[in-house]
């Protein structure tokens, strides 16, 4: 299986600053068909996950453009432009390239 | 509106089995993949099924295959996981998920299913 590993697992943020979260993947997640299917999801404390970043760097409708996602082959970030209040969370990246699909541990973002 | 609301959780006792439904509204269920994902208490994310539009397909994490049962009723725009030799290591909240590639992610609310004696 792909193994995600996500760094760091605690994130202290500050409102208002920029946060970065990095996954990296065991395999190159580039599939047969080109496409990389590198997901990022958002889990709100008591909230069912959410899915912000799709194919690497494509944001999900409704997403705020605080939000991105970069990478390619095994390497991949998450940056958050400027920490709001709501984007206190677990952030987790996720490869939808190689069955079975696979989630980062989770890192957790809470404000300072 | 896409809404997934899953059911059929609980307390159940090790070696039991239990299904698992998820109803589906606001889309046209038969033309989607479907999935379930689930969450240990405190823990991370563990992706388990994939089923194909017309239940032609179906695929399983190695630590559910060939306990756990994913199958669908389109007449229904129903999921269901059929669950069974269930051990304390299943407990975890299970989600219903509509996943796309490219276009949009949903997920259901979760159910909790707790293994325990």
């Known amino acids: 299986d792909v193994v995600m590993t996500q760094s760091p697992l605690s994130l202290p943020v500050t409102l208002g600053q920029p946060a970065s979260i990095s996954c990296r993947s065991s395999q190159s997640l580039v599939y047969s068909d080109g496409n990389t299917y590198l997901n990022w999801f958002q889990q709100r404390p008591g909230q069912s996950p959410r899915r912000l970043v799709h194919k690497v760097s494509n944001r999900d409708s409704g997403v705020p453009d605080r939000f991105s996602g970069s990478g390619s082959g095994t390497d991949f970030t998450l940056k958050i432009s400027r920490v709001e209040a709501e984007d206190v969370g677990v952030y987790y990246c996720?490869?939808?390239?190689?069955?079975?699909?696979?989630f980062g541990q989770g890192t957790k973002v809470e404000v300072k | 509106e896409v809404q997934l609301v899953e059911s059929g959780g609980g307390l159940v006792q090790p070696g039991g089995s239990l299904r698992l439904s998820c109803a589906a509204s606001?889309?046209?269920?038969?033309?989607?993949?479907m999935s379930w994902v689930r969450q240990a208490p405190g823990k991370g994310l563990e992706w388990l099924a994939n089923i194909k539009q017309d239940g032609s397909e179906k695929y399983y994490v190695d630590s559910v295959e060939g306990r756990f049962t994913i199958s669908r009723d389109n007449a229904k725009n129903s999921l269901y996981l059929q669950m069974s030799s269930l051990r304390a290591e299943d407990t975890a909240v299970y989600y219903c998920?509509?996943?796309?590639?490219?276009?949009?992610?949903?997920w259901g609310q979760g159910t909790l299913v707790t293994v325990s004696s």
């Open positions: 998920a509509r996943y796309t590639s490219g276009y949009d992610c949903y």
């Open positions: 996720m490869q939808g390239t190689h069955w079975p699909w696979t």
């Open positions: 606001g889309f046209t269920f038969s033309t989607y993949w």
